[in-house]
């Protein structure tokens, strides 16, 4: 009897010391790093993704004064024209991270045609820079280790609006006394006066005490969105000016800039968002815990399942053993 309790208790031993390559960083929120296959750089967060197409609309305008040059007007190929382009993205909507006073986090990564950044093996030579632009409600990607100690980059608000679907608005944080306009960096290739494909790059902007730009009468970015746990919608809406290539006739390009994107959860990567309890969306710890990439139990979930598998035989052993005697 004692040598089959000794053989019982061993076999237990490496499922209660678990795998110490699993561990999570719930505190932090930040997924285990041995997710096979897993591109943290876009899904390194407990919560929700949305695969879908973010599509900017840039209407073009005069923005020009009486103290501008002439060479500062837009060419007339675009002036009082929209400008509409569209781009394969990830939503991202997560559990935020240490020092983050918002109530979730949200990223919006756009790339363009042709490439598909959701592979891990597609990340590796990108150059990221090359992204026409990206949301942060923080100022850069949350890393391991390092809490957030500046303002977010947005303050968000949501709001429970249904049994399981949230509402969210937000306002661009910025600095009023702070000169420049620059927001949110944007560049994109388009058609130009002088060129088939040109590079333009500027900004989403903000307000600011410089009288550039004034006629544009530059409003604070506002964004808003819905989500639940099968899709998302997000828009944005602001000014923007870029810069085009350095050619006299080209001018500068600035309006009114919307932004707007509509997707689907993406199953695999997401965890399951559980029921709302109040305004504030949670999440259970679902990928790279109980399952992963391809659906299959975890290697904690195959732990825990062994863990009652062998408890049961343990049992039945004891009791067959007091049985006999």
């Known amino acids: 009897m004692y040598a089959l309790i000794s053989v019982i208790v061993l076999s237990l031993l490496p499922v209660t010391l678990g795998d110490r390559l699993w561990d999570s960083y719930e505190n932090e929120n930040f997924r285990p790093q041995n997710i096979t296959g897993l591109n943290h750089w876009l899904y390194g967060w407990r919560g929700s993704y949305f695969n879908g197409t973010v599509t900017l609309k840039m209407n073009v305008v005069d923005w020009t004064t009486e103290d501008d040059s002439d ?4 060419c007339a190929a675009f002036l009082n024209k929209t400008l509409e382009l569209s781009y394969d993205a990830v939503l991202a909507i997560t559990k935020t991270v240490q020092g983050d006073r918002n109530p979730i986090m949200v990223i919006l990564t756009p ?9 891990e093996t597609h990340t590796a030579d990108y150059s990221w820079w090359d992204l026409p632009f990206r949301i942060f409600s923080l100022p850069g990607p949350p890393k391991l280790g390092f809490p957030i100690e500046t ?9 429970l609006i249904s049994d399981s679907a949230y509402s969210l608005v937000g306002a661009f944080n910025y600095d009023p006394e702070f000169f420049s306009n620059a927001g949110i960096s944007l560049k994109f290739n388009h058609t130009s006066c002088s060129y088939n494909q040109a590079l333009y790059a500027g900004a989403i902007l903000t307000p600011s005490r410089s009288k550039h730009l004034a006629k544009l009468n530059v409003q604070t970015p506002q964004l808003r969105g819905q989500f639940d746990n099968a899709s998302a919608s997000l828009s944005i809406d602001g000014f923007f000016q870029v810069n085009p290539p350095k050619v006299r006739e080209e001018g500068i390009i600035a309006g009114p800039i919307s932004i707007s994107f509509l997707g689907s959860v993406d199953s695999s990567r997401s965890d399951d968002m559980l029921k709302p309890v109040n305004d504030t969306p949670i999440w259970d710890l679902s990928l790279g815990f109980k399952r992963d990439l391809a659906g299959q139990l975890s290697v904690a979930s195959r732990l825990m399942l062994s863990f009652s598998t062998l408890f049961c035989y343990a049992i039945v052993g004891l009791l067959t053993c007091l049985v006999l005697l």
Do not use: A, F, V
């Not at 790339?111 to 592979?119: A, D, E, F, K, V």
């Open 151 to 159: 303002e977010p980059t947005w303050n968000l608000t949501t709001s």
């Open 71 to 74: 060479s500062d007007k837009p």
């Open 111 to 119: 790339w363009q045609r042709g490439i598909n950044l959701t592979s």
